[in-house]
């Protein structure tokens, strides 16, 4: 049993046609050391036997809440958000856990994702996030690396253009839950990212682990692959010349706008240099306002997509 002292983690896991992964995944959260945590599942449709893993796993551990509901079916982001909208913490001090379908997560990740939240020391109200590498794993769960960590400053400079944090390794707030509710899922483009943008943006603090917290299971059917994949760069790089980039500017812009009151000053500078950066009509103009934005990217490959995005006007 949990110490009552444990803060309740939610784990807020998006299903969809999981059966080949899913058990894993569940008995992966069975034994976290972090024992006190809540497990909500919604499942977009599942026509395979992912509804009944999940029950069998419900009725295996009766003290501890699973919760399946219905999700939107509109794809694992709005799924997200649907999961964001329907949890219900019993106070502040309860935290959230993103979790994918088809992972695998090391046994201490909620302990120390809570012990890393501690250390930030968030005010009361203030937004707090924890985020952290990966290992990436084929299908059968054999090595194939690590993602990618930061290697510039997080920021909300950076968060306009690009996340650092995949998903499957957040753990947060009710504050920066708070927040997330307030950006329609139309305006999101990963669920992560306005996370990440949410956090920086808005007065809040994060912490990024650099030693992985769990095995991300790479195959066909991933809708997002990890960034450190070079097959991921090269198909990044046909998005921006295909329009992809200019369309998650635009809803990057209306999620901010969902967010206009909770911006610092600071954030509400970016934005505007990020906009105008984005809408100066003229080649010259657009690469002057991208200098002086403030906005950075993490390596040198995704400083040069942004300069080229400029030049094709597609930011």
Same mark, same amino acid.
């Given at each position: 049993?949990?110490?009552?002292?444990?803060?309740?983690?939610?784990?807020?896991?998006? +299903?969809? *046609?999981?059966?080949?992964?899913? !058990?894993?995944?569940? /008995?992966?959260?069975?034994?976290?050391?972090? %024992? #006190?945590?809540?497990?909500?599942?919604?499942?977009?449709?599942?026509?395979?036997?992912?509804?009944?893993?999940?029950?069998?796993?419900?009725?295996?551990?009766?003290?501890?809440?699973?919760?399946?509901?219905?999700?939107?079916?509109?794809?694992?982001?709005?799924?997200?958000?649907?999961?964001?909208?329907?949890?219900?913490?019993?106070?502040?001090?309860?935290?959230?856990?993103?979790?994918?379908?088809?992972?695998?997560?090391?046994?201490?990740?909620?302990?120390?994702?809570?012990?890393?939240?501690?250390?930030?020391?968030?005010?009361?109200?203030?937004?707090?996030?924890?985020?952290?590498?990966?290992?990436?794993?084929?299908?059968?769960?054999?090595?194939?690396?690590? +993602?990618? *960590?930061?290697?510039?400053?997080? !920021?909300?400079?950076? /968060?306009?253009?690009?996340?650092?944090?995949? %998903? #499957?390794?957040?753990?947060?707030?009710?504050?920066?839950?708070?927040?997330?509710?307030?950006?329609?899922?139309?305006?999101?483009?990963?669920?992560?990212?306005?996370?990440?943008?949410?956090?920086?943006?808005?007065?809040?603090?994060?912490?990024?682990?650099?030693?992985?917290?769990?095995?991300?299971?790479?195959?066909?059917?991933?809708?997002?692959?990890?960034?450190?994949?070079?097959?991921?760069?090269?198909?990044?790089?046909?998005?921006?010349?295909?329009?992809?980039?200019?369309?998650?500017?635009?809803q990057t812009e209306a999620a901010m706008d969902d967010l206009a009151d909770e911006l610092d000053a600071d954030a509400r500078r970016l934005l505007q240099n990020y906009q105008r950066m984005r809408r100066s009509p003229d080649l010259i103009q657009r690469l002057q306002a991208g200098w002086r934005s403030g906005l950075w990217r993490q390596t040198p490959s995704g400083r040069a997509s942004l300069w080229l995005g400029l030049v094709l006007n597609q930011i």
């Amino acid at each position: 049993m949990h110490s009552p002292h444990e803060p309740r983690v939610h784990i807020l896991l998006a +299903s969809y *046609q999981g059966a080949a992964y899913i !058990g894993a995944q569940l /008995a992966s959260i069975a034994a976290q050391t972090h %024992g #006190n945590w809540h497990l909500t599942i919604s499942d977009d449709g599942s026509a395979d036997d992912t509804l009944a893993i999940c029950q069998a796993f419900a009725a295996q551990h009766p003290r501890h809440t699973v919760r399946l509901i219905e999700g939107p079916r509109q794809r694992s982001t709005a799924n997200f958000f649907h999961l964001l909208r329907t949890v219900a913490p019993a106070s502040d001090d309860e935290l959230f856990a993103f979790c994918d379908q088809d992972d695998v997560w090391m046994p201490d990740k909620l302990t120390r994702a809570i012990s890393a939240l501690r250390s930030l020391q968030p005010a009361a109200g203030q937004a707090a996030l924890y985020a952290a590498r990966t290992q990436l794993v084929d299908e059968q769960l054999r090595p194939m690396g690590f +993602s990618e *960590q930061p290697m510039r400053p997080l !920021g909300f400079g950076n /968060a306009l253009l690009q996340n650092v944090g995949s %998903g #499957n390794t957040m753990v947060f707030n009710t504050a920066l839950l708070r927040l997330l509710r307030k950006v329609q899922p139309v305006h999101s483009v990963w669920h992560d990212w306005t996370a990440y943008q949410a956090v920086t943006g808005c007065g809040g603090r994060m912490h990024f682990d650099p030693e992985p917290c769990l095995l991300y299971r790479q195959h066909a059917h991933n809708q997002v692959g990890s960034q450190g994949r070079s097959l991921d760069k090269l198909e990044r790089v046909s998005l921006l010349f295909k329009g992809q980039y200019r369309t998650w500017g635009d809803q990057t812009e209306a999620a901010m706008d969902d967010l206009a009151d909770e911006l610092d000053a600071d954030a509400r500078r970016l934005l505007q240099n990020y906009q105008r950066m984005r809408r100066s009509p003229d080649l010259i103009q657009r690469l002057q306002a991208g200098w002086r934005s403030g906005l950075w990217r993490q390596t040198p490959s995704g400083r040069a997509s942004l300069w080229l995005g400029l030049v094709l006007n597609q930011i």
